[in-house]
Protein backbone atom coordinates (compact mmCIF):
# COMPACT_ATOMS: atom_id res chain seq x y z
CA UNK A 1 0.00 0.00 0.00
CA UNK A 2 1.73 3.35 -0.81
CA UNK A 3 1.53 6.37 1.09
CA UNK A 4 -1.82 7.74 -0.49
CA UNK A 5 -3.48 4.81 -0.08
CA UNK A 6 -2.57 4.88 3.72
CA UNK A 7 -3.24 8.61 3.92
CA UNK A 8 -6.81 7.92 2.43
CA UNK A 9 -7.83 5.31 4.62
CA UNK A 10 -6.90 6.95 8.05
CA UNK A 11 -8.77 10.06 6.69
CA UNK A 12 -11.79 7.55 5.61
CA UNK A 13 -11.43 5.96 9.41
CA UNK A 14 -11.26 9.47 10.81
CA UNK A 15 -14.25 10.37 9.14
CA UNK A 16 -16.43 6.97 10.21
CA UNK A 17 -14.94 8.00 14.02
CA UNK A 18 -17.27 11.18 13.42
CA UNK A 19 -20.27 9.19 12.89
CA UNK A 20 -23.09 8.38 16.02
CA UNK A 21 -24.20 5.50 13.75
CA UNK A 22 -22.28 2.07 15.03
CA UNK A 23 -20.14 1.02 11.59
CA UNK A 24 -18.41 -2.70 11.20
CA UNK A 25 -16.14 -3.59 8.29
CA UNK A 26 -15.32 -7.53 7.28
CA UNK A 27 -13.33 -8.74 4.97
CA UNK A 28 -14.14 -11.79 2.15
CA UNK A 29 -13.77 -14.53 5.22
CA UNK A 30 -16.48 -12.40 7.10
CA UNK A 31 -13.53 -11.37 9.86
CA UNK A 32 -13.97 -8.29 11.48
CA UNK A 33 -11.27 -5.64 10.45
CA UNK A 34 -12.82 -2.70 11.73
CA UNK A 35 -15.31 -0.84 14.20
CA UNK A 36 -15.94 2.46 14.49
CA UNK A 37 -15.41 4.71 17.34
CA UNK A 38 -19.44 4.75 18.31
CA UNK A 39 -19.12 0.74 17.84
CA UNK A 40 -16.33 -0.10 20.03
CA UNK A 41 -18.02 2.36 22.61
CA UNK A 42 -21.04 0.57 22.68
CA UNK A 43 -19.56 -3.18 22.74
CA UNK A 44 -17.29 -2.31 25.37
CA UNK A 45 -20.42 -1.14 27.48
CA UNK A 46 -22.49 -4.46 26.74
CA UNK A 47 -19.32 -6.85 27.11
CA UNK A 48 -21.45 -10.01 27.77
CA UNK A 49 -24.52 -9.50 26.99
CA UNK A 50 -24.68 -8.58 23.66
CA UNK A 51 -27.43 -10.22 21.85
CA UNK A 52 -27.19 -9.32 18.19
CA UNK A 53 -23.76 -8.19 17.08
CA UNK A 54 -21.86 -11.63 16.92
CA UNK A 55 -24.39 -12.45 14.35
CA UNK A 56 -22.76 -12.87 10.97
CA UNK A 57 -25.01 -14.67 9.06
CA UNK A 58 -26.93 -11.95 6.99
CA UNK A 59 -22.95 -10.48 6.73
CA UNK A 60 -21.90 -13.95 4.92
CA UNK A 61 -25.23 -13.89 2.68
CA UNK A 62 -24.29 -10.42 1.40
CA UNK A 63 -20.74 -11.58 0.58
CA UNK A 64 -21.75 -14.50 -1.00
CA UNK A 65 -24.26 -12.82 -2.89
CA UNK A 66 -23.52 -9.45 -3.37
CA UNK A 67 -26.88 -8.42 -1.94
CA UNK A 68 -27.58 -5.47 -0.26
CA UNK A 69 -29.35 -6.53 3.10
CA UNK A 70 -31.57 -4.79 5.77
CA UNK A 71 -31.96 -6.38 9.40
CA UNK A 72 -33.15 -5.68 12.61
CA UNK A 73 -31.12 -6.64 16.04
CA UNK A 74 -30.37 -5.41 19.41
CA UNK A 75 -27.01 -4.63 21.14
CA UNK A 76 -27.84 -4.88 24.92
CA UNK A 77 -31.13 -3.23 25.24
CA UNK A 78 -30.93 -0.84 22.27
CA UNK A 79 -32.55 -1.92 19.04
CA UNK A 80 -30.62 -1.42 15.70
CA UNK A 81 -31.83 -1.13 12.16
CA UNK A 82 -28.53 -2.72 10.18
CA UNK A 83 -28.02 -2.11 6.25
CA UNK A 84 -25.05 -4.64 4.58
CA UNK A 85 -23.85 -3.77 1.68
CA UNK A 86 -20.79 -5.27 -0.22
CA UNK A 87 -17.65 -3.97 -0.91
CA UNK A 88 -16.22 -4.49 -4.32
CA UNK A 89 -12.80 -3.90 -5.97
CA UNK A 90 -12.10 -1.69 -9.18
CA UNK A 91 -12.31 -5.15 -10.69
CA UNK A 92 -16.16 -5.91 -9.10
CA UNK A 93 -15.32 -8.80 -6.59
CA UNK A 94 -16.68 -8.62 -3.33
CA UNK A 95 -13.66 -7.65 -0.78
CA UNK A 96 -15.67 -7.75 2.13
CA UNK A 97 -18.93 -5.99 3.61
CA UNK A 98 -19.47 -2.99 5.59
CA UNK A 99 -22.45 -2.47 7.49
CA UNK A 100 -24.36 0.44 9.68
CA UNK A 101 -26.30 -0.04 13.15
CA UNK A 102 -28.79 2.61 13.22
CA UNK A 103 -30.69 2.97 16.63
CA UNK A 104 -33.94 2.90 16.58
CA UNK A 105 -35.23 1.91 20.01
CA UNK A 106 -36.73 5.61 20.14
CA UNK A 107 -39.26 4.39 16.90
CA UNK A 108 -39.18 0.85 18.37
CA UNK A 109 -40.77 2.00 21.80
CA UNK A 110 -42.64 4.20 19.81
CA UNK A 111 -44.16 1.27 17.42
CA UNK A 112 -44.91 -0.82 20.62
CA UNK A 113 -46.52 1.87 22.23
CA UNK A 114 -48.78 2.87 19.65
CA UNK A 115 -49.55 -1.23 18.91
CA UNK A 116 -50.68 -0.86 22.59
CA UNK A 117 -52.65 2.58 22.67
CA UNK A 118 -54.15 0.73 19.45
CA UNK A 119 -55.38 -2.60 21.26
CA UNK A 120 -56.09 -0.65 24.25
CA UNK A 121 -58.97 1.70 21.74
CA UNK A 122 -59.72 -1.60 20.04
CA UNK A 123 -60.79 -3.27 23.51
CA UNK A 124 -62.54 -0.01 24.80
CA UNK A 125 -64.64 0.25 21.61
CA UNK A 126 -65.33 -3.25 21.74
CA UNK A 127 -67.21 -2.88 25.37
CA UNK A 128 -68.51 -0.06 23.96
CA UNK A 129 -70.00 -1.39 21.18
CA UNK A 130 -71.47 -4.28 23.86
CA UNK A 131 -73.24 -1.22 25.43
CA UNK A 132 -74.60 0.21 22.61
CA UNK A 133 -76.14 -3.39 21.41
CA UNK A 134 -77.52 -4.38 24.95
CA UNK A 135 -79.65 -0.55 24.71
CA UNK A 136 -81.18 -2.21 21.43
CA UNK A 137 -85.27 -3.69 21.56
CA UNK A 138 -85.67 -7.07 22.28
CA UNK A 139 -86.97 -9.22 19.62
CA UNK A 140 -89.69 -11.12 19.59
CA UNK A 141 -93.46 -10.53 19.97
CA UNK A 142 -94.49 -7.70 22.36
CA UNK A 143 -98.39 -6.79 22.63
CA UNK A 144 -98.91 -5.01 19.14
CA UNK A 145 -95.68 -6.27 17.10
CA UNK A 146 -93.91 -9.00 16.19
CA UNK A 147 -90.56 -7.09 15.54
CA UNK A 148 -87.01 -8.62 14.54
CA UNK A 149 -83.68 -7.35 13.05
CA UNK A 150 -80.46 -7.14 11.64
CA UNK A 151 -77.92 -4.94 12.79
CA UNK A 152 -74.26 -5.27 11.09
CA UNK A 153 -71.76 -2.34 11.96
CA UNK A 154 -69.43 -0.91 8.92
CA UNK A 155 -66.89 -0.94 12.05
CA UNK A 156 -66.41 -2.01 15.40
CA UNK A 157 -68.99 0.96 16.39
CA UNK A 158 -72.08 1.95 14.35
CA UNK A 159 -74.09 4.91 13.92
CA UNK A 160 -77.10 3.46 13.08
CA UNK A 161 -79.73 3.10 15.85
CA UNK A 162 -83.50 2.40 16.47
CA UNK A 163 -85.48 1.61 19.35
CA UNK A 164 -89.52 0.77 20.43
CA UNK A 165 -90.79 2.39 23.44
CA UNK A 166 -93.87 1.72 24.82
CA UNK A 167 -95.43 4.98 25.60
CA UNK A 168 -98.56 3.93 27.70
CA UNK A 169 -101.13 1.16 27.33
CA UNK A 170 -102.30 2.42 23.47
CA UNK A 171 -99.15 4.35 22.32
CA UNK A 172 -95.71 2.63 20.96
CA UNK A 173 -92.65 5.07 19.36
CA UNK A 174 -90.50 3.41 16.83
CA UNK A 175 -87.43 5.20 15.21
CA UNK A 176 -84.51 4.67 13.49
CA UNK A 177 -81.45 6.97 13.18
CA UNK A 178 -78.55 7.40 11.23
CA UNK A 179 -76.03 9.43 13.23
CA UNK A 180 -72.89 10.98 10.40
CA UNK A 181 -70.15 8.49 10.43
CA UNK A 182 -69.32 5.01 12.67
CA UNK A 183 -66.52 5.53 15.34
CA UNK A 184 -66.64 6.86 18.88
CA UNK A 185 -68.52 10.34 17.88
CA UNK A 186 -71.20 8.41 15.82
CA UNK A 187 -72.08 5.87 18.83
CA UNK A 188 -71.93 8.72 21.13
CA UNK A 189 -74.43 10.36 18.56
CA UNK A 190 -76.81 7.03 18.70
CA UNK A 191 -76.41 7.13 22.97
CA UNK A 192 -77.22 10.83 23.22
CA UNK A 193 -81.01 9.40 20.80
CA UNK A 194 -81.21 6.83 23.12
CA UNK A 195 -81.78 8.01 26.37
CA UNK A 196 -83.08 11.26 25.60
CA UNK A 197 -85.98 9.17 23.89
CA UNK A 198 -86.42 6.80 26.74
CA UNK A 199 -86.38 9.65 29.27
CA UNK A 200 -89.19 11.83 27.09
CA UNK A 201 -92.13 13.12 28.86
CA UNK A 202 -94.95 10.34 27.17
CA UNK A 203 -97.57 13.96 26.57
CA UNK A 204 -94.26 14.68 24.50
CA UNK A 205 -93.29 11.83 22.52
CA UNK A 206 -96.68 10.68 21.59
CA UNK A 207 -96.83 13.51 19.30
CA UNK A 208 -93.75 12.83 16.50
CA UNK A 209 -94.06 16.84 15.50
CA UNK A 210 -93.15 18.01 19.23
CA UNK A 211 -91.21 14.97 20.38
CA UNK A 212 -88.80 15.94 16.85
CA UNK A 213 -88.66 19.05 18.08
CA UNK A 214 -87.69 18.91 21.58
CA UNK A 215 -85.07 16.38 20.62
CA UNK A 216 -83.66 19.15 17.99
CA UNK A 217 -83.50 21.58 21.02
CA UNK A 218 -81.55 19.40 23.43
CA UNK A 219 -79.22 18.38 20.73
CA UNK A 220 -78.97 22.10 20.18
CA UNK A 221 -78.20 22.49 23.80
CA UNK A 222 -75.26 20.14 23.63
CA UNK A 223 -73.30 22.80 21.11
CA UNK A 224 -71.99 19.69 19.41
CA UNK A 225 -69.31 20.48 16.28
CA UNK A 226 -70.55 21.31 12.92
CA UNK A 227 -69.50 17.73 11.63
CA UNK A 228 -71.99 16.35 13.67
CA UNK A 229 -75.82 15.26 13.00
CA UNK A 230 -77.94 12.98 11.89
CA UNK A 231 -81.29 11.48 10.69
CA UNK A 232 -84.37 10.33 12.01
CA UNK A 233 -87.73 8.71 11.09
CA UNK A 234 -89.83 8.25 14.09
CA UNK A 235 -93.67 7.12 14.18
CA UNK A 236 -96.11 6.56 17.14
CA UNK A 237 -98.67 3.58 16.75
CA UNK A 238 -101.83 3.78 18.57
CA UNK A 239 -103.59 0.56 19.11
CA UNK A 240 -107.13 2.03 19.53
CA UNK A 241 -107.20 3.36 16.74
CA UNK A 242 -104.61 1.45 14.67
CA UNK A 243 -102.98 5.14 13.13
CA UNK A 244 -99.65 5.54 12.54
CA UNK A 245 -98.36 9.00 12.92
CA UNK A 246 -95.08 9.59 11.76
CA UNK A 247 -92.26 12.74 10.77
CA UNK A 248 -88.93 12.65 9.21
CA UNK A 249 -86.11 14.31 10.28
CA UNK A 250 -83.94 14.64 6.88
CA UNK A 251 -84.11 10.15 6.88
CA UNK A 252 -84.47 9.47 3.03
CA UNK A 253 -84.77 5.73 3.94
CA UNK A 254 -88.47 6.06 3.75
CA UNK A 255 -90.07 3.14 5.68
CA UNK A 256 -91.74 0.61 3.25
CA UNK A 257 -95.01 -0.95 4.01
CA UNK A 258 -96.52 -4.40 2.92
CA UNK A 259 -100.44 -4.91 2.89
CA UNK A 260 -101.07 -8.25 1.08
CA UNK A 261 -98.54 -8.34 -0.93
CA UNK A 262 -98.38 -4.33 -1.98
CA UNK A 263 -95.53 -2.25 -0.59
CA UNK A 264 -95.66 1.64 -0.11
CA UNK A 265 -93.18 3.78 0.75
CA UNK A 266 -93.59 6.04 3.70
CA UNK A 267 -92.74 9.49 2.30
CA UNK A 268 -91.93 12.40 4.30
CA UNK A 269 -89.24 14.95 4.58
CA UNK A 270 -87.72 17.55 7.00
CA UNK A 271 -83.98 18.86 7.99
CA UNK A 272 -81.64 16.56 9.57
CA UNK A 273 -80.99 16.90 13.15
CA UNK A 274 -77.72 19.12 13.50
CA UNK A 275 -75.91 22.49 14.87
CA UNK A 276 -76.13 24.27 11.41
CA UNK A 277 -79.51 24.27 10.42
CA UNK A 278 -82.32 24.48 12.86
CA UNK A 279 -85.73 22.94 12.13
CA UNK A 280 -88.96 25.08 13.41
CA UNK A 281 -91.30 22.25 12.27
CA UNK A 282 -91.48 18.55 11.21
CA UNK A 283 -94.76 17.76 9.93
CA UNK A 284 -96.60 14.88 10.47
CA UNK A 285 -98.13 12.54 8.55
CA UNK A 286 -100.37 9.59 8.78
CA UNK A 287 -101.65 5.72 7.66
CA UNK A 288 -103.99 3.32 9.57
CA UNK A 289 -102.64 0.07 9.74
CA UNK A 290 -104.34 -3.27 9.53
CA UNK A 291 -103.77 -6.60 11.34
CA UNK A 292 -100.73 -8.67 9.34
CA UNK A 293 -99.59 -5.39 8.07
CA UNK A 294 -95.78 -5.28 7.56
CA UNK A 295 -93.50 -2.54 8.32
CA UNK A 296 -89.67 -2.69 6.80
CA UNK A 297 -87.22 0.60 8.67
CA UNK A 298 -83.26 0.87 7.25
CA UNK A 299 -80.40 3.00 6.76
CA UNK A 300 -78.72 4.14 3.98
CA UNK A 301 -76.17 1.45 4.38
CA UNK A 302 -78.11 -0.89 2.88
CA UNK A 303 -79.59 0.94 -0.06
CA UNK A 304 -75.91 2.33 -0.78
CA UNK A 305 -74.18 -0.42 -0.96
CA UNK A 306 -72.84 -1.51 -4.12
CA UNK A 307 -71.89 -4.50 -6.12
CA UNK A 308 -68.82 -5.98 -8.40
CA UNK A 309 -70.39 -2.83 -11.26
CA UNK A 310 -70.22 0.06 -8.85
CA UNK A 311 -74.45 -0.03 -9.03
CA UNK A 312 -76.00 0.70 -6.04
CA UNK A 313 -79.02 -1.28 -4.18
CA UNK A 314 -81.47 1.32 -4.33
CA UNK A 315 -84.68 1.75 -2.78
CA UNK A 316 -86.61 0.01 -5.79
CA UNK A 317 -84.65 -3.15 -5.19
CA UNK A 318 -85.33 -3.50 -1.25
CA UNK A 319 -88.79 -2.66 -2.07
CA UNK A 320 -89.35 -4.91 -4.42
CA UNK A 321 -87.52 -7.63 -2.64
CA UNK A 322 -89.82 -6.95 0.49
CA UNK A 323 -93.17 -7.65 -1.77
CA UNK A 324 -91.60 -10.99 -2.61
CA UNK A 325 -90.58 -12.22 -0.18
CA UNK A 326 -92.47 -14.43 2.59
CA UNK A 327 -92.23 -15.67 6.30
CA UNK A 328 -88.32 -14.92 6.89
CA UNK A 329 -87.94 -11.28 5.51
CA UNK A 330 -84.49 -10.76 7.24
CA UNK A 331 -82.83 -13.66 6.50
CA UNK A 332 -84.28 -12.98 2.63
CA UNK A 333 -83.05 -9.90 2.53
CA UNK A 334 -79.52 -10.07 4.46
CA UNK A 335 -79.12 -13.23 1.20
CA UNK A 336 -80.20 -10.88 -1.20
CA UNK A 337 -77.73 -8.39 0.05
CA UNK A 338 -74.91 -10.78 0.58
CA UNK A 339 -75.15 -12.24 -2.76
CA UNK A 340 -75.40 -8.43 -4.20
CA UNK A 341 -72.56 -6.46 -2.60
CA UNK A 342 -69.01 -7.10 -4.04
CA UNK A 343 -66.68 -5.74 -1.49
CA UNK A 344 -66.94 -5.56 2.19
CA UNK A 345 -69.00 -2.77 3.45
CA UNK A 346 -68.13 1.13 4.10
CA UNK A 347 -71.49 2.08 6.25
CA UNK A 348 -73.39 0.18 9.02
CA UNK A 349 -76.40 -1.61 7.80
CA UNK A 350 -79.18 -1.79 9.60
CA UNK A 351 -83.16 -3.34 8.92
CA UNK A 352 -85.67 -3.30 11.16
CA UNK A 353 -88.85 -5.33 10.52
CA UNK A 354 -92.19 -5.12 12.02
CA UNK A 355 -95.56 -7.11 11.94
CA UNK A 356 -98.79 -6.09 13.26
CA UNK A 357 -100.29 -8.83 15.18
Not at 188 to 202: K, V
Amino acid sequence: MNEREILSNKIEAKLLDTMTDLIRVVDKDNRVVYYNHAMKQVLERNEGQATGHDDFRMTARCLGSGENIQRETYIGETYYSVKTNPIRSEEGEIVGAIEVFRDKSLEKRLQVELIEKNRALIEEQISASSVQRALLPKRGYDRVFFRDYFYRPAEILSGDFFDIIEIDEDRTAIYMADAVGHGFASSMATLFISQTMRNMDPEILMDPTVAMMELVHRFRELNPPDTMYFTMFLGVYSKKTRKFTYANAGHDCPPLLKRQGYVRLLINSGFPVSQLVEATFYECRSVYLQKGDELLFYTDGITECRSRGRKQYGVDALRDLFSKIGDEPLAEIHRALSEFIYEDIVDDMTCLYMKLI
